[in-house]
């Protein structure tokens, strides 16, 4: 299936293609302090349809993923980097138009003791 998702503003859009059969809340400093549900996807079921000038990014601790968001809303949209050895993108599924998100299952994920 086919979603489409964006910040508040709509400055930072993208599609995800993929079976959205869960969603995970990791409790590390950052994804916390923004409440983000994330969906990661491989690289190829992920496109921004927007401009990727629109787009700021922020890294921290290792610096192996790159979290996205846009710098006129402040909405964290996504994130891109090495997951477990993998390309990874994860997508803060807030973002996604027209899911009910309630109506998945919610996995939480220890990022905070990593």
């Known amino acids: 299936m086919k979603y489409e998702g ?5 400055q930072v859009a993208f599609e995800v293609e993929g079976e959205l059969t869960q969603v995970t809340a990791c409790n590390c400093s950052i994804c916390s302090r923004k409440g983000a549900l994330l969906w990661g996807v491989k690289p ?3 496109r921004l349809t927007s401009s990727s000038e629109k787009l700021a990014t922020y890294t921290f601790g290792n610096q192996r993923i790159e979290h996205r968001f846009c710098p006129k809303c402040g909405v964290h949209t996504f994130a891109e980097g090495i ?9 803060n599924a807030n973002c996604l138009e027209s899911v009910a998100l309630s109506s998945l299952p919610l996995r939480h994920f220890d ?3 990593r």
């Not at 997951?83 to 997508?91: A, T």
């Open 83 to 91: 997951l477990s050895g993998n390309k990874m993108v994860v997508v």
């Open 111 to 113: 990022g905070r003791s």
């Open 44 to 46: 190829d079921q992920f």
């Open 6 to 10: 964006s910040c508040h503003c709509r």
